[in-house]
């Protein structure tokens, strides 16, 4: 059974830093182009980053491109993001996925798996 597991959201002050890690299991995704999107409280789920498994490269929203990082462990089935600079803004559930397709189909929200999110809050 494939799984996507999300973890490391929760409550921090603007300015702070959070990691998320989302650890993927029932098949191999070193092929996969894995990464995160997030929605908003009445918003609709906007992509964040992402990283592809065959070349390496990254892709992200230009609003978080200079304080948010994303990086993967593949022999963990292990992807990453890490959150500095956060702002009230960035407040939303924070859902990993996996796409067997690139980059641009991942940022379509073209996703094989989903995980099934963890909360990021940031206060003022």
């Known amino acids: 059974q494939v799984q996507l597991v999300e973890s490391g959201g929760g409550l921090v002050q603007a300015g702070g830093s959070l990691r998320l890690s989302c650890a993927a299991s029932?098949?191999?995704?070193?092929?996969?182009?894995m990464g995160w999107f997030r929605q908003a409280p009445g918003k609709e789920r906007e992509f964040v980053a992402c990283i592809s498994g065959r070349t390496g490269l990254t892709n992200s929203l230009d609003s978080v491109k200079a304080r948010f990082s994303i990086s993967r462990d593949t022999a963990k089935n292990t992807v990453y993001l890490q959150m500095n600079s956060l702002k009230p803004e960035d407040t939303a559930v924070y859902y990993c996925?996996?796409?067997?397709?690139?980059?641009?189909?991942?940022?379509?929200?073209?996703?094989?798996?989903w995980g099934k999110g963890t909360l990021v809050t940031v206060s003022s």
């Open positions: 029932g098949r191999t995704f070193s092929t996969y182009t």
């Open positions: 996925g996996a796409a067997f397709s690139g980059i641009e189909h991942f940022r379509s929200g073209g996703m094989d798996y």
